[in-house]
Structures are given as structure tokens and as C-alpha cells.
């Protein structure tokens, strides 16, 4: 921008992102457009050790999945899980579900596959994605959010000299992104797989 793009311009565009930060570190004005939102209902899910990584989570993922088209009779399902093996397992898993469609929504898919899961369907989706739906454009119809509270990030590992994806925890801003996807047309449930107890102590 400050030499070959002098034309161009940058909107930096969040729903929930506290823009003090941003709008310093870019010398950027700030502006508030006041938007519709609607109530998103949090329930903390008790997990085990065993239930949070690998196969574990997969059966604990699949199960709340369940649960949750079984006492909300409206809308979808997203379901935010680490990575595209995750994702594989968790679709074998929940295969045979009646009058549900699940849709894969991750980085590697090609952008008809992606667009399956903004397209209407005579089924209830569940689109199991990775944190590529956090912050994307609203995907309609989603009443239900299920949040395993992970994502796989680059980390840069010096004894390799290569950049690998590392399993970490999410911090309070990306769960507060993830939490209202469930509320962007109507009031919705986010199912969260940590405690309240392990939510007062995540990053900001």
C-alpha cells in the first residue's frame, strides 16, 4: 500500500473483535455499524482427559452432536473441531444419521465443496469444520454451535528449521467467535467441551 498499491484499501471486518488494538496497530479509523444479534444459550460440557484429544473426542463430539439435533428441532448444526483428520473421523462416526447431511468445511476443499455448506439443503446440516468458519461470512441457519475448544496453528519448530500445525487451545476471543455463529439469524446453543472453571482461565 505505502509503495506499489497506493490505491489500495484495507477494511479489517469482526462482529465480535475488540477494535482498540487493530485500529492502533494500523492507524486506522474505526467504525461502528450497529448490527442485529440474537441470544446464544452457553452450556459447558464436563469432559474427561481421555475425551478431549484423538478418538476420544471424536465419540464425545459425535455424541453432544446428537444430543443437541435431538432437543433443538430447528436449524443446523457447526461443529468447530482442530483439523481435517477430526473432521474424516467424526463424519464416519455420525454416517447413517437420519434426515441429516453432513458437510466437511476446511482449507483443502475446493471452493464448490466449501460452498456446501452456505447452500440451502431439504436436510439438517451439520457442517464440521475447522476455525476456517470462525470468522467467514454467515453460514444461515445454524441454531446449534458444538466448540471442542481447539485448533490446530503454525508454529515454527526450530529443531527442524520447518513450520508444523500444533494442537493448542483456543483463547476467550476466538470461543466468543465460534459461540456466535449460533445467534447470526436467530436465537441458538453453543455447546462448549470445557468448564466453566477452564473458561475463566483461557487466554483472552
Known amino acids: 500500500q505505502d509503495s506499489v498499491r497506493p490505491d489500495l484499501r484495507i477494511v479489517v471486518m469482526s462482529a465480535t473483535l475488540d477494535p482498540t488494538p487493530v485500529a492502533s496497530w494500523l492507524n486506522a479509523q474505526v467504525i461502528m455499524i450497529p448490527g442485529r444479534t440474537y441470544p446464544v444459550k452457553i ?10 484429544i484423538g478418538h476420544g473426542l471424536v465419540t464425545r463430539m459425535a455424541k453432544v452432536i446428537r444430543t443437541a439435533l435431538s432437543d433443538i428441532k430447528n436449524g443446523d448444526c457447526l461443529a468447530f473441531l482442530p483439523g481435517v483428520g477430526e473432521i474424516d473421523a467424526l463424519k ?3 454416517q447413517g444419521m437420519q434426515g441429516v447431511e453432513l458437510i466437511p468445511l476446511h482449507g483443502r476443499l475446493s471452493t464448490t465443496a466449501q460452498d456446501k455448506a452456505f447452500q440451502p439443503n431439504h436436510h439438517r446440516k451439520v457442517i464440521l469444520a475447522t476455525n476456517i468458519a470462525e470468522t467467514s461470512i454467515t453460514i444461515p441457519g445454524i441454531t446449534i454451535v458444538v466448540d471442542s475448544g481447539l485448533a490446530r496453528q503454525p508454529r515454527y519448530d526450530s ?3 520447518i513450520e508444523r500445525l500444533e494442537l ?5 476471543q476466538s470461543a466468543d467467535q465460534r459461540a456466535g455463529r449460533a445467534g447470526r439469524t436467530e436465537a441458538g446453543v453453543c455447546y462448549r467441551l470445557w468448564t466453566r472453571a477452564e473458561e475463566q482461565k483461557m487466554a483472552t
Open 43 to 52: 452450556v459447558h460440557e464436563q469432559v474427561s482427559a481421555a475425551g478431549r
Open 92 to 94: 464416519e462416526r455420525l
Open 159 to 161: 529443531g527442524i528449521g
Open 168 to 172: 493448542v487451545r483456543i483463547g476467550q
